[in-house]
């Protein structure tokens, strides 16, 4: 079974600064998504950016990019010139295809606090 | 363009009660999901339709449990003899192909006294 893990709960970020949160998975398949969803306090889920696992080249939007490292299974997030409304909990999730299923694999989650 | 929405955003209940939910896609789209999330942990999948056919069920999935999508557009899950277990999260997402993002919903929240 495929598993996702964030090992950090918490960490904190000064406005303006850079931050890279970290997400690890385990997977026997080849053609998978990897995905970093964000979560306001008391708001829905939000998709932050998508790494197909075919595309060597990291994707970028906007201030977050990923650094994808597929063969050591790790998926982390840089956010950079980190604003307020940055602050959430962050979801780290994998998409595998394998069997025709169509779930998403969350992290545990770890919260961004982004000091003013 | 509206999202997804979900209705009750708060549910209160029993032990023991019945309570439903329920999901309003964002329209065309044919896959809707279901997750559940407690505190502290990420969304866990329960179930997903494409179209009105559910095709995929997770062993969270009790018997209890049971999600219909009529004609294929808005879907509810019923939790029937609630447990205070059952107290999460209840997170339905919608996206229109395989391969596409899922956009979440605000969810519901039970609470199971």
């Known amino acids: 079974a495929q598993t996702v893990t964030q090992s950090q709960p918490e960490m904190s970020v000064q406005e303006a600064e850079t931050v890279t949160l970290s997400c690890t998975y385990d997977t026997s398949e080849s053609d998978y998504y990897l995905f970093w969803y964000k979560q306001p306090p008391s708001r829905q889920m939000i998709l932050v950016i998508r790494?197909?696992?075919?595309?060597?080249q990291n994707a970028t939007e906007n201030r977050f990019s990923v650094n994808f490292q597929k063969a050591a299974k790790s998926f982390s997030l840089k956010i950079s010139d980190s604003q307020l409304g940055d602050a959430a909990m962050y979801f780290c999730a994998y998409r595998g295809f394998q069997g025709g299923s169509e779930k998403l694999v969350f992290g545990k989650g770890m919260k961004l606090t982004v000091n003013p | 363009d509206t999202g997804v929405s979900q209705d009750p955003r708060h549910k209160i209940t029993k032990r023991g009660q019945n309570v439903t939910f329920r999901c309003d896609p964002i329209?065309?789209?044919?896959?809707l999901y279901w997750y559940r999330q407690t505190l502290g942990q990420g969304p866990e999948f329960l179930t997903y339709?494409?179209?009105?056919?559910?095709?995929?069920k997770s062993r969270l999935l009790s018997d209890r449990f049971s999600a219909e999508r009529p004609k294929g557009s808005f879907s509810t899950l019923e939790i029937q003899r609630t447990e205070q277990g059952d107290s999460a999260m209840y997170l339905c997402a919608s996206s229109l192909e395989s391969r596409n993002e899922q956009f979440f919903g605000p969810g519901t929240r039970l609470t199971v006294l």
């Open positions: 790494q197909e696992a075919y595309k060597q």
């Open positions: 339709f494409q179209n009105e056919a559910q095709l995929e």
């Open positions: 329209s065309e789209h044919n896959r």
